[in-house]
């Protein structure tokens, strides 16, 4: 079976890296930013590698092909596509660049650069039968309460919430469908419930096991944890 082939299905990749990185003060793209001498991108195309998944198509933010081909480290990309103002027209323009014969596409955040491979492969192979969509997710640990500012106004109930990861990954008409829809959302899942919901789709969406590692980088705190992680410190 090839790189571009799971369960004989052809499968395409988009690694969403339009980010600003404006959150962390970093004065540069987020995806650029480095971690244990690599780009976060590097080590996203890395785990995409080692995952034995299809060269992505890499979404960064306009003007910054250069720069986003040189980080790329020589690892393998299908593309450089100029992202959008929202993430939903970031992951539009993605898949709009894939091959038309491609039937299963994975999202994945370069933002989250230590994914393990597994958690990507157990993602992309949970989409079959009448799978319409799938997602690494974790269990929530802290207690979750409702506030109004900073005053608690009630304790919510844990026990069927999940913190959902990337890659997220789709049946192609499906996701097709649901970016031509009108709205953006900041989860790509959002976007396939919102189509079964209408009742425009029918089929299960459903999680794996995420990880840890797969932590995403949105503040200086996170990138400081993502760091240590990369570099051994913990």
């Known amino acids: ?24 003060g970093a004065g540069c793209p987020k995806a650029l930013i480095e971690i244990a001498g690599r780009s976060l991108l590097s080590h996203a195309l890395a785990g995409l590698a080692a ?20 980080a790329s480290a020589g690892l393998p990309v299908a593309a450089f596509v100029a ?55 974790r269990p929530v640990a802290d207690t979750l309460k409702r ?17 959902v990861q990337t890659p997220q990954v789709f049946v192609r008409w499906v996701l097709d469908a649901a970016l031509a829809q009108p709205g953006d959302a900041t989860d790509d899942l959002a976007l396939v419930e919102g189509l079964v919901a209408q009742r425009k789709a029918e089929g299960r969406m459903v999680t794996v096991t995420g990880s840890l590692l797969g932590h995403k980088v949105t503040y200086p705190e996170d990138l400081a944890l993502v760091r240590a992680i990369a570099e051994g410190r913990m």
């Open 1 to 24: 079976m090839s790189r571009g082939e799971r369960d004989g299905r052809r499968v395409g990749v988009v690694l969403v890296a339009a980010g600003d990185g404006v959150r962390l």
């Open 51 to 70: 995952a034995d998944l299809p060269p992505p198509v890499v979404v960064h933010p306009v003007g910054s092909a250069g720069d986003f081909s040189a």
């Open 83 to 137: 992202g959008g103002v929202t993430r939903t027209g970031s992951v539009r323009a993605g898949v709009t660049a894939l091959d038309t014969g491609v039937e299963v596409v994975a999202i994945h955040d370069a933002a989250r650069p230590l994914t393990p491979p597994q958690v990507m492969r157990a993602a992309v192979d949970a989409v079959r039968g009448d799978v319409l969509a799938a997602a690494p997710a």
């Open 147 to 163: 506030v109004d500012q900073d005053e608690i106004l009630a304790t919510v109930d844990r026990t069927a919430l999940v913190g």
